[in-house]
């Protein structure tokens, strides 16, 4: 099994920085992918960004050019730097490990608020 806990969310003003991390253990050396979710109340969870065991990278078109994913293999965790926020980014953002194509965790998700 692999357990996911994401970390760094938090309140922050438009305009300014935060960098998640996404710390995954257990079975990880077969994790093909890793991605970053979002989600507000009464809306379905969203792609952020995702990043595949060959460092290609793909990312929602509302923040293209904003964000950035990266992962170190070394230690097992996945980052998400996210600039210029804005009031939009607010949700509860969730880390996601897929092998194979099949979803094996979802963490426990990290609230990120941005106030204008």
Request: hydrophobic share 35%; with cysteine.
């Amino acid at each position: 099994q692999v357990q996911l806990v994401e970390s760094g969310g938090g309140l922050v003003q438009e305009g300014e920085s935060l960098r998640l991390s996404c710390a995954a253990s257990g079975s990880t050396s077969s994790i093909t992918a890793f991605g970053w979710y979002r989600q507000v109340p009464g809306k379905q969870r969203d792609m952020v960004a995702s990043i595949d065991s060959g460092g290609m990278t793909n990312y929602a078109d509302s923040v293209k050019g904003r964000f950035a994913i990266s992962r170190d293999n070394a230690k097992n965790a996945v980052y998400l730097q996210m600039n210029s926020l804005t009031p939009e980014d607010t949700a509860v953002y969730y880390c996601r490990a897929v092998r194979a194509f099949r979803i094996v965790a979802w963490g426990q998700g990290t609230q990120v608020t941005v106030s204008s």
